[in-house]
């Protein structure tokens, strides 16, 4: 499956952005049936969990940092999966990254960018006036 996130850009501290991931080329997979986090990885920094749903119940995951501030979703007639992220602050500003992986990821490992197989490319997010 590849992967494209997109709605990146500049925004005050205090605004907003909805990030999206598209989804395409699943090869007879339905896009349900895959699990998607949201990474980020901001200069100088390994990349971190922000956020994750899995493809086989509503439960959502968030990293605590963005925990009552992020919230992720999935249209999956669209085949995409967005990330609201209101009240930004500027050590949110990093490369957003969707990432995907076929069926149930455990939740000992949802959090964990080696659990997942597939990439986007990432889009980038600054916050700062």
């Known amino acids: 499956v590849q992967l494209q996130a997109f709605g990146g850009g500049l925004v005050q501290p205090g605004g907003s952005l909805r990030l999206s991931c598209a989804a395409s080329?699943?090869?007879?997979?339905?896009?349900?049936?895959?699990?998607m986090g949201w990474f980020c990885q901001a200069p100088g920094k390994e990349r971190e969990f922000v956020s994750a749903?899995?493809?086989?119940?509503?439960?959502?995951y968030y990293a605590d940092s963005v925990k009552g501030r992020f919230t992720v979703s999935r249209d999956n007639a669209e085949n995409t999966v967005n990330l609201q992220m209101n009240t930004l602050k500027p050590e949110d500003t990093a490369v957003y990254y969707c990432?995907?992986?076929?069926?149930?990821?455990?939740?000992?490992?949802?959090?964990?960018?080696?659990?997942?197989?597939?990439w986007g490319q990432g889009t980038l997010v600054t916050v700062s006036s």
């Open positions: 990432a995907a992986r076929y069926g149930r990821i455990i939740t000992s490992e949802i959090k964990r960018a080696g659990a997942y197989d597939h």
């Open positions: 080329g699943a090869s007879g997979r339905m896009f349900s049936s895959y699990s």
């Open positions: 749903i899995r493809s086989t119940d509503p439960n959502k």
